[in-house]
C-alpha cells in the first residue's frame, strides 16, 4: 500500500451553524479538524490509501480532538509532535449560500509552527510515495525549515514532491512575502497543483499558456490546474489532458481543493505502480485521474466540512 506523508498546518475549522452572515454576526460554530495537507491526507487514506502527517499540536483538548479524528479516519499520528509552547491553531469560518467562504485564523503563534527541522526523522519516509505541502507553514518561523529537512529525506528516499501553494493571504505580512515563498519551494516540487484564482499571481504571467509552461523549473514535472466549476487541466512536459467540472449544488466548498489533489495523487499512485514515471503518463492517464478528482471534488462540496464531507472509494462507484 503507497503512503503519503503530510507536512503542514493541522487545525480545528470553526463551521458556523448559519450561512450568509459574517464571522462577527454568527451565533454558533461547530469544531471540524481541517488544515490543508492534513485534509490531503484524510482524502488519500478515505481511497484506501496509507497516510501519515506530519505537524506538531498543542497540549490542549483541540489537539486531541485532531488526533481522535485523524486515527478514525485512519490517518497516521506516529509523526505527530505535541508542545505546551503554542495551542493548537484555529480558522473560523463564514460561509455563503453559493458554498464560497471568509476565514479567520487564530495562529499568532500556534503549535504547528513551531515544529522545528531537527524533529524531523529520516526514516519516516522510507517507502513513501510522496511528500504533500502547501504555502500556509512556509512563513519565518521554524516550520519552514521543516520542511526543507522533510524534502531533502523525502527526495533521499525516491519519494515525489507534491505542492499545493493554496494562497492564503490573510496569514502573511505581505503578498509579496507569500508570493517569495512560493516561488522557493516551487522547484522542489514534482506535481504541482494551482487553481486559475492563484496562477497569474504566482507567475507574473497573464497569458495562460504561458504562465503554465513557466511552472515547469527545477522538478517540476506534473502540473494540475484546477478551474473551479470549469473542471481541471492537467500537463506534463510531453502531454496536456483536460476534464469537465461536475455540476452540483455545492453546500459547503471547504477542503474542496484539498480533496481534488488528495484524490489526485491517489489515483497518480495507482497508475504509477512500482516501476512507472510521470514521464510515461499518457493523456488518456491524465484524462482519467482528473475525471476521478473533479467527481469526488463534486461529491465532497455537498457536505459539511472537510475530511468528513470526503467520499470513501466504495462511494465513489455509486450514483
Known sequence: MCKLIGIGEALIDMIPTETDKPIR??????????GAPANV???????????????????????????????????????IQRTDEANTALAFVALQSDG???FSFYRKPSADM?????QIQENWFEGA??????SVSLGNFPMKEAHKKAISFAKSKG???????????????????????????????????????????????KDEEEAIKSLFKGDVKLVVYTKGADGACAYTKSETAKSNGVKV???DTTGAGDAFIGSFLYSLSEKLGDDKRIEDLTEADLKEMLDFSNLYCAKSVMK??????????????EE
Open 25 to 34: 454576526s454568527v451565533a454558533a460554530f461547530m469544531p471540524i479538524v481541517g
Open 41 to 79: 491526507c484524510g482524502a488519500f487514506s478515505k481511497l484506501s490509501g496509507q497516510s501519515q502527517m506530519i505537524t506538531q499540536l498543542g497540549n490542549d483538548p483541540f489537539g486531541e480532538k485532531i488526533i481522535e479524528t485523524f486515527l478514525s479516519f485512519n490517518i497516521g499520528c506516529e509523526y
Open 100 to 102: 464560497n467562504r471568509e
Open 114 to 118: 513551531l515544529l522545528s527541522a531537527e
Open 129 to 134: 510515495f510522496a511528500l504533500h505541502m502547501c
Open 159 to 205: 519519494a515525489l514532491v507534491s505542492f499545493d501553494p493554496n494562497l492564503r493571504f490573510n496569514l502573511w505580512p505581505t503578498k509579496e512575502a507569500l508570493k517569495e515563498a512560493v516561488v522557493e519551494f516551487l522547484p522542489y516540487a514534482d506535481v504541482l497543483k494551482v487553481s486559475d484564482e492563484e496562477l497569474e499571481f504566482i507567475t507574473g504571467i
Open 249 to 251: 449544488d455545492a453546500l
Open 304 to 317: 459539511n466540512g472537510a475530511i468528513e464531507s470526503y467520499p470513501s472509494l466504495n462511494d465513489m462507484s
